[in-house]
């Protein structure tokens, strides 16, 4: 697919600008900055053509700064991909802001394949360039740092055993008549439909009492047995199916697309036969055997497998399923650093990267650093005056404190700092309410953290469209001498 640098303007574009069709205050000003940032559009193509032999041959497809445009807007507003295509085909300052002006709009999932060619390498070299150009224009000197972490879900259900075996039998037994279908078979020679006897067994635990969930010998133990066995069935069943097929190619030759959606089956078809395997072993170890199976070991969906448990202590949400994300922010709410992390591991380990990398964008360390006291650790707060940090706000977190220590977090800058540093709470709701970052919709580890960069790109465009806004207010103001 072809992909030019830039659209050329057609008469038609010149006739709306000639009339004085203007975006909004907002838009306009993210609309200038990003004109004078080639850089981020340059990233932004260097993905799209990544892997195509003759980028500039073929099928038109959207430029790079089509997409970028796009991705910002879509997270802006947090709309989904067919809301996006709609709004931007029915509104003329939309079409100005996504440069298609009077361009056709796409479908739908020619956004979904653009977007999907972007790493979260390139959204977040595309974030740290924008807020290095904010500190060029002067938006932002980084005298002030507060640091915390959230959690953004997987678009999962909540998992239980019987849940995760009644998935691997409804998709194997779904994929395999998909192949069925493929090949012009009427069925898949030895494989067994076994989801109505899957599903009786799954509600069947579903519905039980505690009385009946209770010892060795319980009900729910023989329904699990059966359970787990119909399981492996399909999932034997399902193995030898792809075997057997191997060399089937149907009755007609194949067209490339079939042979194509074939092959793309059948690598479904034995990915999901792997993690079958693992919430077959994992139903095993845990109900059958009575053990206790790590956290790193377990699995929460058959969809999202990259999911993590995490722990945090919340009252509303004991235990949450997704993935951990920290996030750094200026005073003047802009995320200089974001990061995706595995596992759930303790916020106090953020500390001294966190500072190094706000060295490196600001050449300075900030003058205040505000963390909640899950951050606290005697090595941080040593990390942080050995850093430059002149107020290190993170409260001690359990035992006795020291008369230093109890006279440190009472004095007025200390306070201020903790003030300071609750400002994070109101920015991480904006990103989950207004950007769509509380649950990514989105299949995979890699797609998941790229709707996090763009979530954080989105925010931080925003913010330094309403700072260049309110600058460009105050000059005309002082120009009219008012």
């Known amino acids: 697919m072809a992909r030019p640098a830039s659209r050329q303007m057609s008469f038609a574009d010149l006739e709306l600008v000639r009339q004085g069709v203007r975006l909004e205050p907002l838009l306009q000003a993210i609309c200038d900055f990003l004109d004078k940032q080639p850089a981020l559009v340059d990233r ?57 002006y009077c361009e056709e709009v796409p479908k739908h999932d020619a956004f979904n394949r653009s977007f999907n060619r972007l790493t979260p390498a390139t959204l977040k070299a595309i974030n740290e360039l924008v807020v290095e150009a904010a500190v060029k224009l002067g938006l932002e000197d980084g005298r002030k740092l507060r640091v915390d972490t959230t959690v953004v879900e997987t678009d999962i259900h909540h998992p239980t055993d019987n849940t995760l075996l009644w998935d691997v039998v409804r998709v194997l037994t779904r994929l395999l008549g998909r192949l069925a279908e493929a090949l012009e078979l009427p069925r898949i020679s030895g494989f067994r439909n076994r989801s109505r006897a899957a599903h009786r067994r799954m509600y069947e635990i579903q519905r039980m009492t505690t009385r009946q969930r209770q010892g060795a010998g319980s009900q729910q133990t023989a329904a699990y047995r059966a359970l787990i066995e119909i399981a492996e069935e399909v999932v034997a069943s399902a193995r030898k199916a792809l075997d057997d097929t191997a060399a089937m190619r149907g009755k007609d030759p194949l067209t490339p697309l079939t042979a194509l959606n074939i092959k793309a089956l059948r690598e479904e078809i034995a990915h999901h036969c792997d993690v079958g395997t693992r919430v077959i072993g994992q139903a095993r170890r845990r109900v059958l055997d009575g053990e206790q199976v790590p956290t790193s070991e377990k699995i929460y969906s058959i969809f999202e497998p990259h999911t993590d448990l995490i ?39 953020h500390v001294a990267p966190s500072i190094r990398r706000h060295r490196r964008v600001f050449r300075r360390a900030p003058a205040l650093y505000g963390a909640d006291r899950g951050f606290f650790s005697e090595s941080n707060i040593a990390v942080c005056a050995r850093g430059g940090v002149a107020m290190a706000s993170i409260p001690q977190r359990g035992g006795r404190k020291t008369l230093q220590r109890q006279a440190y977090e009472r004095s007025p800058a200390f306070k201020q700092g903790q003030r300071f540093r609750a400002g994070i709470e109101g920015r991480i709701s904006v990103l989950m309410r207004g950007r769509g970052m509380k649950r990514c919709r989105a299949e995979g580890a890699e797609r998941f953290a790229l709707f996090v960069g763009a979530a954080v790109l989105a925010n931080n465009l925003m913010i330094i469209g309403e700072l260049l806004t309110k600058r460009s207010r105050r000059r005309r103001n002082t120009t009219r001498g008012i």
């Open 311 to 349: 722990k945090r202590g919340k009252v509303r949400t004991p235990v949450e399923f997704g993935h951990k994300v920290f996030l750094a922010e200026s005073a003047r709410g802009l995320i200089t650093q974001y990061e995706t992390l595995k596992g759930n591991p303790v916020d106090e380990v």
């Open 44 to 100: 932004v193509r260097r993905d799209l053509v990544r892997g195509l032999k003759q980028p500039d041959h073929g099928r038109r497809g959207l430029t790079a700064p089509q997409v970028l445009r796009a991705l910002v807007l879509m997270r802006v507003k947090n709309w989904d991909y067919r809301e996006l295509r709609e709004r931007i085909a029915d509104g003329i300052t939309l079409r100005a802001f996504t440069n298609f």
